[in-house]
């Protein structure tokens, strides 16, 4: 599945990435917890997860058919 990173995550990262999940899905905290030891910025708690375009607590099921993305806090200009 892709997952896309946006701010300053994917500057650093990069817009989107590769990552395989199982068939039964995982949770968010499960793929932060994958992704972070690849992506250590992504360990920080103030990174919020997104699936299908909603903001998605740490417990939310995430599937292979959903889109999932990673943003980092925002601030107001």
Do not use: N, Y
């Amino acid at each position: 599945m892709k997952i896309l990173f946006f701010g300053r995550l994917g500057e650093t990262i990069g817009r989107e990435i590769e990552h395989e999940l199982p068939p039964q899905g995982c949770t968010v905290a499960e793929l932060r917890a994958a992704l972070a030891k690849t992506h250590g910025v992504l360990a920080a708690e103030s990174v919020r997860a997104c699936i299908d375009h909603e903001i998605a607590p740490e417990t939310a099921l995430v599937l292979p058919r959903h889109e999932v993305a990673f943003i980092p806090p925002l601030s107001g200009g």
